[in-house]
């Protein structure tokens, strides 16, 4: 069965679109996603591969995750996803470690933010978060990204507190990824409950990251807008 993806992904290589995606996802020396080989495979298409093969054994898939090709890695992350979703409490459990386990090859933007909220964060509801401020405190931006993101799972559930407090720790993070995750996250709180998100404006907007702030206050009228950008 894993040939049998690997093939069908070569199929659908698309050279033009992967030198578009390598430059899109910063894979150049010295950038966040230095190394990353593209196959240029549209999300629809890889979609769809991953509904066919979703009941891969987890040996194979953490082949699949353990590969430098993007779209394998995002094919193993789309399937741990489709899985999780239609498991028993024991699987669950199961995925959620083998995520755990395998999370430095959740290495991209697009890989964590497909997968953190759906597999990590529902996981840890209604359960101790704790290793969610750990990755908060890491040195390694995909830790930083998974915790933030995974409180979207929270968020949905019109549960903040955990949102808000990473979203603290993360402040003075000096990544622009962060800053455009923490600000979305955010903005998403505000959309259930304006009044909390702007009671953490008001104590930290002085001091946010501008790239942060613009993504928190993005669907706020525009005098509120001139309010917290100090124009």
Do not use: C
């Amino acid at each position: 069965m894993l040939e049998k993806i690997k093939h069908e992904l070569h199929r659908l290589k698309n050279p033009g679109r992967a030198k578009i995606l390598s430059r899109f996802f910063k894979t150049g020396k010295g950038e966040y996603g230095e190394g990353d080989i593209f196959l240029g495979i549209q999300i629809p298409q890889l979609r769809e591969i991953a509904k066919r093969y979703k009941d891969i054994s987890l040996k194979s898939l953490e082949e699949l995750i353990k590969s430098r090709i993007h779209e394998h890695r995002m094919v193993a992350v789309l399937i741990l996803v489709e899985r999780y979703q239609k498991s028993d409490k024991q699987n669950k459990y199961k995925i959620a470690e083998f995520y755990l386990s395998n999370r430095s090859y959740i290495n991209n933007w697009d890989l964590v933010d497909l997968s953190a909220p759906k597999i990590l964060g529902q996981y840890l509801n209604g359960q101790d978060r704790s290793i969610l401020y750990g990755f908060a405190g890491s040195k390694n931006l995909w830790e930083r990204r998974i915790s933030i993101l995974s409180a979207f799972y929270f968020i949905r559930n019109n549960d903040f507190e955990d949102a808000f407090k990473i979203s603290e720790m993360l402040l003075n993070d000096g990544h622009d990824l962060i800053h455009k995750a923490v600000g979305w996250m955010l903005r998403e709180i505000g959309k259930r409950d304006i009044k909390s998100e702007e009671k953490f404006l008001k104590k930290h907007y002085k001091k946010m990251p501008r790239t942060m702030l613009r993504y928190a206050i993005e669907k706020f009228p525009r005098n509120k807008k001139m309010f917290y950008m100090g124009v």
